[in-house]
């Protein structure tokens, strides 16, 4: 098949079987673009967002933390030892993770990745499934056996 013509979802959908990857594809009418959103279908519990960042040496990194949390910058420059860390504008996150805005699921073409602890409290994990209408059911000892990340606090508290 012409990758052009897959969809993101589809491309996820080959990684994930290609390695074996025990997944659970969850499909909405509409966008999913919050949590709020989600958790119609969803425990919220469950839920992480896949953020891409770029550091000052612009370098882009995935970091991949409880969606009802909110990310630390100020934690992720210390532990990356970096002057700043900044959002991947619509264009750089396609670019670097493969992935849309909304979309982006822990796997990506993104080598270098950042996993909150909290993340690894559940034995599944509810993130983007390549499209913006669909969600990814994935253990997380898969989700840290493939990415390999650096497991750290990462979050500010919960809203």
Same mark, same amino acid.
């Given at each position: 098949?012409?990758?052009?013509? &897959?969809?993101? #979802? =589809? ?6 079987? #290609? ?7 969850? &499909?909405?009418?509409e966008?999913?673009?919050? /949590? =709020?959103?989600? #958790?119609?279908? %969803? !425990?919220? =519990?469950? @839920?992480?967002?896949?953020i891409?960042? %770029? ?20 934690? @992720?420059? $210390?532990?990356?030892?970096?002057? !700043? $860390?900044?959002?991947?504008? &619509?264009?750089? $996150? ?5 992935? #849309?805005?909304?979309? $982006? ?10 996993? !909150? +602890?909290? /993340?690894l409290?559940?034995p ?7 499209? @913006? ?5 994935? +253990?997380t000892k ?7 990340? @650096?497991?750290? !606090?990462?979050?500010? =508290?919960?809203?």
């Amino acid at each position: 098949m012409d990758p052009v013509a &897959e969809t993101y #979802s =589809e491309l996820l959908r080959s990684f994930l079987i #290609s390695h074996r990857i025990w997944h659970r594809f969850i &499909e909405f009418d509409e966008s999913v673009k919050t /949590v =709020e959103q989600a #958790s119609r279908k %969803v !425990d919220v =519990e469950q @839920i992480v967002k896949s953020i891409v960042l %770029v550091d000052s040496n612009k370098a882009p990194l995935l970091v991949i933390l409880p969606a009802k949390n909110r990310i630390s910058y100020r934690k @992720i420059k $210390v532990l990356l030892s970096v002057k !700043d $860390v900044r959002l991947a504008n &619509e264009e750089e $996150v396609l670019t670097y993770s493969g992935y #849309s805005v909304g979309g $982006v699921p822990p796997f990506s073409l993104l080598k270098r990745a950042l996993v !909150d +602890r909290e /993340v690894l409290k559940n034995p599944t994990a509810i993130a983007g499934g390549g499209d @913006i209408n669909k969600l990814v059911e994935l +253990r997380t000892k898969d989700i840290v056996e493939i990415v390999k990340p @650096i497991i750290a !606090d990462l979050t500010n =508290e919960s809203r």
